[in-house]
């Protein structure tokens, strides 16, 4: 059995972007949440930096990050990155310790 992948992505969105980009997040979650292997997939917004995105996510296995990111819902996201984000995706794994 393999252990569940959790992490941490920060999408911080180019100014005057900040809605869009909140959008563009809520847009695919519920697509997301219907994935195999999609445990937890929820958005929120740093209330330390306004416009920031935090994503909270756990995965079944690493096979099921893989295919995500891949995905249709994913790649439609990733397409407007250019356009949103004022830097790049950060992700962050996550091993869980309690």
Not at 13 to 19: D, V
Not at 31 to 59: D, F, K, N, Q
Not at 61 to 79: E, K, M, N, Y
Request: aromatic share 6%.
């Amino acid at each position: 059995m393999s252990e569940h992948v959790h992490l941490i992505a920060r999408l911080v969105a180019r100014e005057g972007q900040e809605a869009a980009l909140a959008q563009a997040v809520a847009a695919i979650v519920p697509a997301v949440l219907e994935e195999p292997g999609c445990l937890v997939y929820t958005a929120h917004e740093s209330r330390e930096r306004p416009g920031t995105i935090v994503m909270y996510e756990v995965w079944e296995s690493q096979a099921a990050l893989d295919i995500h990111a891949d995905a249709t819902s994913f790649r439609a996201l990733a397409a407007q990155f250019d356009e949103l984000l004022d830097e790049p995706l950060a992700i962050e794994l996550l091993r869980r310790i309690v």
